[in-house]
């Protein structure tokens, strides 16, 4: 038992901390522009997929630190020339615009890496344990994801609260037309905005891809759970993402190696047994099965209570 | 407030539509009937009923679709749950009926889908529709997605992994009908298109039709008028899933089989693809969307693997630079039509199209040739592409779509233009 | 009768007091104008009147009906309306259909999906009527956006005499407009507003003497002169408040 919840924390904290290196550049981005990217999590993907093809010819290194940088200019990209065009024709159309991107991206890694799930290694100088506790073992790769994501968290955190460039941006966040008239190029501080939004969720790719898996369909997977996160932590708050990737990391980990059905817990809250009849399809369901829907219930029941989230000051 | 539309996004205003004569407008719905009924007789190829089946359902489909998004503009990802959970409790009704004697004849099967639709929309709506605009394209993510996920759990109704297969076979009769052939399923689809589509035309020229609309445009405004915007919304929403349980219900009489993946968000991605494409501004736009995107979709995959990516660069274009949709195209004309200077614009867009098939060549053979190297049949050599044999391997075809593509770039940049002024100047009003 | 009474209501944004306990009775029939410098807090009385925002203490009757802290449709069916400061009309529907808006839930259709809204006679009469008014009806297909900022104007009023409420709060209805497209709108406002119980906020001091019966002086959240034109215009106070220097001193 001590061991599930202590790999369970573990694990949780490093599943969290991904969550939150790709919630953190699509929570910026809609704290700045107003827009829920869909396409992140296609970032995301072609982030994975960049590092893998590169790390064959180069070695995964190199392409850790090259891989990014192209997504972050592939982002840049869309925005100066698909966003910025769509911007004026509302809300609606920018995330319909988004969700056309995301499609793309998903068509065309399937279109030239092809549907199978490549075999993204990792890197054989990170291919140990890192400890054994309780019978297992941890492996040193994961306390790589988690030493990147807490670089990561930092390097945000310094750059918003002690450049100026840092200081525009947090301006741009609230009072883009103010800055504007300041002088600062505005739509120019969106692009770059989005690009390192982008790149981060490339980064994020390039470090998960070996441990959740390279395949065209990652985006989807993991692109719901990161608007859950951003949604619950509140549009546009950085500490709100931070605190919900974690939550939701934890507990979704958790709910995961628990093996116990929902009865047994609506038992041991006092629900009588013979509920059991009138909820049969619930009752023997494990905790481990629900566990996909949970951040969807917490999605919905945030919403309908708390629609700026836990954090957030904005709504739409 | 925000900006004026562009002129290709603004639709026709209601009460001009009614000027035009309701004589001339329900004429207009017989004919649509007659052509509808003539139509099998006409298209005799064997796919074309089947394919005319799937554009019915889309048709419909798309019709409450735009309900929310082009007369709500409540954008919702999660559509296809009240579609796809329609369709199971047809099927369900269906079973019911072949097994345990409760008369419901194939014709009402869809009414059996859209009461589930309509209850269904009824309990998620009542919290989803308390805001518009991004927290309610959330909620409708958040709830497609607890459905599809709630699908493995619920396996007697949702039917696990296989889903849930009736036959229509086996239902009591009406009148003696009998739907055992795609063509008898045709002219049930024909008919519930024909009612749907009227009905969701109707609904929009109702009090709460037009007000959806004020709300759409400034919920506060209509606030201000005496309506209460989330009430607007609610109704809307209780509409658009009847509907959308009733192109769930033709699903599953049409094709006898409902799995989860009917109720999730390819589904609903779908959905908002073609309704987008047709144009949202516009009534005729989701059924212009419905019918080409089963069309390619269906055409499509026939000759090659991608044809998603193509759907996909279809959809992208029209967001950037069409958004008003094929409708709004087709309408961007209509003063140029009425005042008879069609005919003007029959040269500048042949060179766009020229140009734009070229192009089009270009691209196409590119990725075509990408998908071959990178899928399972590259063990071959060649690969045949608009009638010839290419080898992906060499250089030379590449080179050659290169060429073609930059070609019909460079002259789509130069023939665009021209054609856009040609538009405005046909359009422009004045003597010729 | 008493169309609008105001009770010591108070009205804060977090820390900022913006209304400091206003007390004002505007008796029905009359056409009223609430004037004062800028920051004072027209609009936000306003919007406390009309429901948009929530009083922080006090009390507000409409009709000798309390209607504090209901929501703005409610407050609208009882017999309010109001028109904006920043043009808040339907930009994609036409004219026509934006007035038509504004008359349905009046004439009873409410969320009704078995009329044909076209087929109801006395939704196109009243629909019409007003369209004439506002001398739109030569623009009745054009969808609002694009018409010109005096037209838009026009149709705000429009939007808010057309569901025939009988107290109507008009917030600086001629701003931005040039002398003939104030004094035609001032015409409008004189002959919609005929009967009925008018309460506007405005600058333009000639509008304001023009039409007003009474006038409320509202300066840093308190209404500092309720009276007629001509003993405002003679109040030391409403000069000092304006002007800064009270009349006699150097």
């Known amino acids: 038992m001590l061991q599930i919840a202590f790999f369970s924390v573990l694990n949780g904290l490093v599943y969290g901390m991904l969550l939150f290196m790709l919630s953190s550049g699509l929570t910026l981005i809609f704290g700045m522009m107003g827009v829920l990217n869909f396409a992140h999590a296609g970032f995301y993907m072609l982030g994975a997929y960049v590092a893998y093809t590169m790390g064959l010819y180069i070695g995964f290194w190199p392409a850790l630190l090259v891989a990014p940088v192209l997504v972050g200019v592939a982002g840049a990209l869309v925005e100066r020339h698909g966003l910025r065009r769509v911007h004026r024709f509302g809300h609606v159309a920018e995330l319909v615009f988004t969700f056309g991107v995301a499609l793309l991206i998903e068509e065309v890694v399937a279109l030239v890496w092809g549907r199978p799930a490549k075999t993204y290694e990792v890197p054989a100088l990170l291919d140990f344990p890192l400890f054994r506790v309780f019978g297992s073992s941890f492996p040193a790769y994961k306390g790589f994801m988690l030493l990147v994501a807490v670089a990561i968290f930092l390097f945000i955190f310094a750059i918003l609260s002690r450049t100026r460039a840092g200081l525009i941006i947090q301006a741009s966040l609230t009072h883009p037309g103010m800055v504007a008239m300041l002088g600062h190029n505005v739509p120019r501080v969106f692009m770059v905005v989005f690009g390192i939004g982008s790149a981060l969720a490339g980064l994020a790719g390039v470090i998960a891809g070996p441990v959740l898996g390279t395949f065209p369909g990652m985006a989807q997977v993991l692109g719901s759970i990161v608007f859950v996160v951003v949604v619950i932590g509140g549009l546009g708050s950085l500490t709100g993402a931070f605190v919900a990737s974690l939550l939701i990391g934890i507990v979704q980990t958790f709910a995961v190696a628990l093996d116990v059905s929902v009865g047994n817990v609506l038992m041991a809250l006092g629900v009588p047994a013979s509920a059991s009849v009138a909820l049969h399809d619930i009752w023997k369901v494990t905790i481990a099965q629900v566990a996909p829907i949970m951040p969807y219930l917490l999605l919905v029941l945030v919403l309908m209570i708390r629609p700026t989230g836990l954090f957030g000051t904005r709504e739409t | ?432 | 009768m008493r169309a609008i009474e105001l009770q010591d209501v108070h009205k804060a944004f977090g820390p900022t007091l913006i209304i400091r306990g206003v007390s004002l009775t505007i008796e029905a029939g009359t056409r009223q104008a609430l004037i004062g410098p800028n920051g004072a807090g027209k609009s936000t009385l306003f919007n406390l009147i009309t429901g948009k925002y929530p009083v922080s203490s006090g009390r507000i009757r409409l009709k000798g009906e309390e209607v504090t802290g209901r929501r703005p449709n409610e407050i609208n069916r009882l017999g309010l309306s109001r028109s904006f400061q920043v043009t808040n009309i339907f930009p994609q529907l036409s004219v026509f259909e934006n007035l038509r808006c504004s008359v349905l839930w009046a004439l009873g259709y409410r969320y009704s999906f078995w009329h044909r809204v076209n087929r109801a006679r006395d939704v196109q009469e009243r629909t019409e009527t007003v369209l004439e008014q506002l001398n739109l009806t030569a623009r009745r297909h054009v969808p609002a956006g694009v018409l010109s900022y005096a037209e838009q104007r026009a149709l705000e009023i429009g939007i808010t005499i057309a569901g025939g409420a009988d107290v109507i709060l008009l917030d600086e209805p001629t701003s931005g407009m040039s002398r003939s497209e104030t004094e035609h709108v001032v015409q409008l406002i004189r002959e919609v507003t005929a009967g009925k119980t008018l309460l506007m906020v405005e600058h333009d001091m000639g509008v304001v003497f023009d039409l007003a019966d009474r006038i409320a002086v509202l300066v840093y959240g308190e209404v500092i002169a309720h009276d007629t034109p001509e003993r405002i215009r003679a109040n030391a106070a409403v000069q000092e408040a304006y002007l800064g220097v009270p009349q006699g001193t150097v």
């Open chain 2, 1 to 432: 407030m925000s900006t004026p539309t562009p002129a290709a996004a603004r639709p026709l205003a209601v009460d001009q539509v009614s000027r035009s004569g309701g004589l001339r407008v329900f004429g207009l719905w017989v004919g649509v009937a007659l052509l509808l009924v003539v139509l099998p007789f006409v298209i005799r190829t064997p796919v074309a009923v089947p394919i005319m089946n799937q554009m019915g359902i889309a048709i419909v489909f798309a019709l409450s679709y735009n309900m929310l998004l082009g007369q709500g503009g409540m954008l919702s990802f999660g559509h296809a749950v009240y579609f796809g959970v329609g369709g199971f409790i047809a099927a369900h009704a269906l079973n019911l009926a072949a097994g345990r004697g409760v008369y419901l004849p194939v014709p009402l099967v869809p009414l059996a889908g859209g009461l589930g639709g309509l209850v269904f929309a009824m309990i998620f709506g009542a919290f989803s529709t308390i805001r518009s605009g991004t927290v309610f394209a959330m909620i409708s993510l958040g709830v497609g997605e607890l459905m599809a996920a709630s699908s493995l759990i619920f396996d007697r109704f949702f039917g696990g992994e296989e889903g849930i297969t009736t036959n229509r076979a086996k239902a009591p009769l009406l009148f003696g009908l009998t739907f055992t052939k795609d063509r008898e399923v045709y002219y049930l689809i024909a008919f519930w298109v024909v009612v749907t589509a009227a009905a969701m035309y109707a609904f929009s020229r109702t009090p709460i039709g037009r007000i959806a609309n004020a709300v759409r445009d400034n919920p506060e405004r209509a606030e201000f008028v005496g309506y209460s915007p989330r009430w607007v919304r609610y109704v809307s929403f209780c509409a658009a899933g009847l509907f959308a349980g009733i192109a769930g219900g033709l699903f599953a009489v049409n094709y006898e089989i409902l799995t989860a993946e009917n109720m999730g968000l390819n589904a609903s991605g779908a959905v908002l693809l073609m309704t987008y494409i047709g144009g949202i501004g516009y009534f005729l736009g989701p059924i212009m969307g419905a019918v080409v995107f089963t069309f390619l979709q269906s055409m499509l995959s026939d000759y090659t693997g991608i044809w998603l990516l193509y759907l996909g660069i279809l959809f992208l274009a029209t967001v950037l630079f069409v958004p008003a949709g094929l409708a709004g195209l087709l309408m961007l004309h209509a003063p140029a039509w009425r005042a008879g200077r069609l005919p003007r614009l029959i040269g500048p867009y042949l060179l766009v199209a020229v140009f734009g098939v070229v192009a089009a060549v270009g691209v196409v053979g590119a990725f075509e040739m990408t998908h071959f190297l990178a899928s399972a049949e590259s063990t071959r050599a060649t690969k045949r592409l608009f009638g010839v044999a290419v080898a992906p391997r060499t250089p030379a075809p590449w080179l050659a779509f290169i060429a073609f593509t930059a070609v019909g770039a460079l002259g789509l940049r130069w023939a665009a233009p021209r054609a856009t002024a040609a538009v405005a100047e046909a359009n422009r009003p004045g003597p010729s």
